[in-house]
């Protein structure tokens, strides 16, 4: 079945470590998206890519990295920068570039700073 | 700019109960409406969405939403709320600016007592 997966499901992160977020998708979707959830907050967006080799930034990009040099690969880096990186990761991607038909989401990745 | 108003951030009903989130939008031209639903832990699932046509929709696991231009408005309704119904709820809009991208609201966590 097509689908976006994110892995880890949960990761812990120490002081000053920088860690790495995988998602993936078999959808042929040519747009990604890497959101934050944090409660009460809803999900704000860390970075964005429409076509392979370009990304941008979000609202929050902030103490993050993306890349993407593959069409079915958008991982993300939170780097040491990013002063409170406890929170819920989501994935998203979406056909072509439009959102009429609105995201496919991954499960998430919980990470925890240590 | 677009956004969506998501009033009451928890709503508790009681098993059988009518369920009705509110979902409130702000958008200059025609909208793209929303309405995803997300479980403990897990990512986001499409429930229904609007584009053009019929203003009465319906999607998955018996909701259906209105969207009501003149009051701004695509409210998410049940007839009859079940106990596999609490979970947290969001509304989203297209962004019609640049690349399309959806705007969340903070989200509805709905709670279902027996």
């Known amino acids: 079945d097509g689908g976006i997966t994110q892995s880890p499901k949960y990761l812990f992160r120490k002081e000053g470590q920088n860690v790495t977020l995988s998602c993936e998708q078999n959808?042929?979707?040519?747009?990604m998206y890497w959101y934050r959830q944090d409660p009460g907050q809803g999900l704000r967006l860390i970075y964005y890519s429409q076509i392979v080799n370009d990304f941008q930034k979000g609202d929050i990009a902030e103490g993050y990295s993306v890349s993407r040099e593959k069409k079915e690969s958008f991982p993300l880096t939170v780097t040491s920068a990013q002063k409170n990186p406890t929170a819920f990761y989501l994935c998203a991607s979406t056909i072509g570039g439009t959102a009429n038909y609105g995201y496919t989401f991954g499960s998430g990745t919980r990470l925890t700073v240590v | 700019a677009q956004s969506v108003t998501q009033l009451g951030s928890h709503v508790s009903v009681s098993e059988g109960a009518l369920v009705l989130l509110r979902c409130n939008y702000s958008s200059s031209v025609p909208p793209y409406l929303f309405w995803y639903v997300q479980y403990p832990n897990q990512g986001l699932q499409l429930l229904l969405k609007y584009t053009t046509g019929a203003t009465l929709v319906k999607g998955i696991n018996g909701f259906e939403a209105e969207f009501k231009k003149s009051e701004t408005s695509f409210h998410l309704t049940k007839p009859s709320a079940h106990m596999s119904d609490a979970a947290e709820y969001f509304c989203a809009v297209r962004l019609n600016t640049g690349f399309q991208k959806l705007v969340f609201g903070t989200g509805t966590r709905l709670l279902v007592s027996p």
């Open positions: 959808l042929n979707h040519d747009a």
